[in-house]
C-alpha cells in the first residue's frame, strides 16, 4: 500500500512564505518525476512545478522566482518553497508521484489529497 500525503498549508499574509511538503510512504523502490499541482475554486488545475529524480526542475511562469521545488530521495518527499506569496496563489496544493515503483505494483502514478494554501491581502 502506497500513500502520499502533502503537509504544510495554511493561512498567510500576501509577501509571506510557506514551505510544503509531501512525503510518500509504502515500500517505495524509486520515484521517477515528483510534481505540485494547484486548483482555485471555479479554476482548472494547473502544473505549478516538476523536479527529476535527478534533480532537474521546472516552472510555471507564474511561479518562477518565487518557488523552489526539491526533494529529498532518501525520504521520498518534495517540498515547495514559497516566497513572495500572492492572494492569487491561494488554492488546494496537490503532490504527484509519476513513475512511482513498490513492491507488487507496476510503475504508476499516486496524487495526494491536498493542503489548502490561503494568502490573504
Known amino acids: 500500500q502506497v500513500q502520499l500525503v502533502e503537509s504544510g498549508g495554511g493561512l498567510v499574509q500576501a509577501g509571506g512564505s510557506l514551505r510544503l511538503s509531501c512525503a510518500a510512504s509504502?515500500?517505495?523502490?524509486?520515484?521517477?518525476?515528483m510534481v505540485w499541482y494547484r486548483q482555485a475554486p471555479g479554476k482548472q488545475r494547473e502544473l505549478v512545478a516538476v523536479?527529476?529524480?535527478?534533480?532537474?526542475?521546472n516552472y510555471a511562469d507564474f511561479v518562477k522566482g518565487r518557488f523552489t521545488i526539491s526533494r529529498d530521495n532518501a525520504k521520498n518527499t518534495v517540498y515547495l518553497q514559497m516566497n513572495s506569496l500572492k492572494p492569487e496563489d491561494t488554492a488546494v496544493y496537490y503532490c504527484?508521484?509519476?513513475?512511482?515503483?513498490?513492491?507488487?505494483?507496476?510503475?504508476?502514478?499516486?496524487w495526494g489529497q491536498g493542503t489548502q494554501v490561503t494568502v490573504s491581502s
Open positions: 509504502g515500500s517505495i523502490f524509486s520515484i521517477n518525476d
Open positions: 504527484n508521484a509519476q513513475g512511482l515503483t513498490a513492491i507488487s505494483i507496476r510503475p504508476r502514478t499516486v
Open positions: 523536479i527529476s529524480r535527478g534533480g532537474g526542475t
